[in-house]
C-alpha cells in the first residue's frame, strides 16, 4: 500500500516561489506515474501536473512556464517547483500516485500580498 505525505507548503507574496514535496512510502516508486493536483475553496479538484514513470511530464496551461515537477527515485520523492506565483494559484495542493492509487493528505499554497 502506498502511503504519501506532502510538504511545503505556505504563505508567498505574489511573484514568489515555492517547492513543494512530496514522499512515498510502500510500493514501488519508480514504477508508478505521479501527479499534481489542487482544491481551491469552492472548487473542484483540478489536475496541476503529471510526471510518468518514464520522466515524461505534462502541465495544466495556466501553469505552464511557471511550475516543474520533477522525482527522484531514489528518493522515493516528486517535487513540484512553483515561481511566479499568482493570487488565483491559492489552493490546498495534493500529490496522487498510479496505477497503485493513493492520495496525499494536501498541503495548503497561500498566494497573497
Known amino acids: 500500500q502506498v502511503r504519501l505525505v506532502e510538504s511545503g507548503g505556505g504563505l508567498v507574496q505574489p511573484g514568489g516561489s515555492l517547492r513543494l514535496s512530496c514522499a512515498a512510502s510502500?510500493?514501488?516508486?519508480?514504477?508508478?506515474?505521479m501527479g499534481w493536483y489542487r482544491q481551491a475553496p469552492g472548487k473542484q479538484r483540478e489536475w496541476v501536473a503529471t510526471i510518468t514513470s518514464k520522466s515524461n511530464t505534462n502541465y495544466t496551461d495556466s501553469v505552464k512556464g511557471r511550475f516543474t515537477i520533477s522525482r527522484d527515485n531514489p528518493k522515493n520523492t516528486v517535487y513540484l517547483q512553483m515561481n511566479s506565483l499568482k493570487p488565483e494559484d491559492t489552493a490546498v495542493y495534493y500529490c496522487?500516485?498510479?496505477?497503485?492509487?493513493?492520495w496525499g493528505q494536501g498541503t495548503q499554497v497561500t498566494v497573497s500580498s
Open positions: 510502500g510500493g514501488i516508486f519508480s514504477l508508478n506515474n
Open positions: 496522487k500516485s498510479w496505477p497503485q492509487v493513493a
